[in-house]
């Protein structure tokens, strides 16, 4: 996702600096146009803007509050733009700890998967004051095609999770539906047909179903290669669970979603595309 972010960018003309822990990730933007740094710290003292794309939790703490992260080298007033999808307090926090040090910070998840990436459609979810996200929308704008102010900073957490749980719980639905008529002699094409006029339609049925062969283009006619992994799915659902037990929330399909993809991870799906949930239900592996 990050290195289809910054082509985009360079694409734009913006003058871009890049690190990452993987030194062909960042040789592979290097050969694109960009330059390139030796760590956190050296990018953080030069760059007006810090774009951050990074796994978990304890990933973007460590970037941005470790010993030698972006917030003890930024210099006063550099806008931080978190793109991660971690836990809402964590964002928070670390705003807290950029506003100590007179530095701007947002939280800035996307949604669209890798095709938005890469031709810079993505959606954004954007939690901060409202200064810093016209400040941010250029530049976002250049990655993406919608850029959502959502609230203050965390909010644009909130609204990716909830999003995702509801994504998740409709791609089991989709597929558990298409799977049930198939075993009953009814052809996948008609089936999506049906539904897609009809009020069982949703994006898992209409724009990316989890049926090989109805949609091209899609991961499940790939194999399942590419798009949104099920284990970054697990990981949000996890998110999602760990925040709803803190708010004492119920969530019993988000919880019931996150058991089925934490077992379609054990069943050998870790690098498929969520939507293998498909074949998962199938009992194929």
């Not at 007179?102 to 031709?119: C, E, T, Y």
């Not at 939690?127 to 976002?140: Q, T, V």
């Not at 509801?166 to 791609?171: K, V």
Request: charged letters at 15%.
């Amino acid at each position: 996702m990050g290195g289809h972010m910054a082509k985009n960018l360079l694409k734009k003309d913006y003058k871009l600096t890049v690190y990452d822990i993987n030194n062909s990730a960042m040789m592979n933007l290097v050969e694109a146009g960009a330059s390139c740094a030796l760590n956190v710290t050296e990018i953080s003292r030069e760059a007006d803007i810090i774009i951050s794309m990074l796994p978990s939790n304890q990933h973007v703490l460590d970037v941005y509050t470790g010993k030698n992260g972006v917030l003890s080298a930024a210099q006063k007033n550099v806008l931080l733009i978190d793109s991660s999808t971690v836990d809402p307090s964590v964002s928070q926090f670390i705003a807290l700890q950029a506003r100590e040090r007179n530095l701007r910070f947002i939280d800035s998840p996307v949604s669209g998967g890798v095709n938005a990436a890469k031709d810079g459609t993505l959606t954004f979810m954007v939690g901060g004051k409202e200064m810093d996200f016209n400040d941010a929308k250029s530049i976002l704008g250049a990655l993406g095609s919608r850029i959502l102010h959502c609230g203050d900073v965390g909010m644009g957490q909130v609204a990716k999770l909830c999003n995702n749980m509801l994504l998740a719980i409709s791609m089991i639905g989709t597929a558990e539906a298409f799977n049930l008529g198939q075993k009953l002699g009814l052809d996948a094409k008609i089936l999506a047909n049906v539904v897609n006029s009809s009020t069982g339609r949703c994006w898992s049925s209409d724009l990316y179903n989890p049926v090989p062969g109805v949609l091209p283009n899609v991961p499940s006619s790939k194999n399942y290669e590419g798009g949104f992994g099920t284990t970054l799915m697990a990981k949000d659902l996890g998110l999602v669970q760990s925040i709803a037990t803190r708010t004492q929330t119920a969530i019993p399909l988000g919880s019931l979603a996150h058991q089925i993809y934490t077992a379609i991870i054990a069943q050998g799906f870790s690098n498929k595309d969520f939507s293998v949930i498909y074949q998962f239900l199938k009992g194929k592996n």
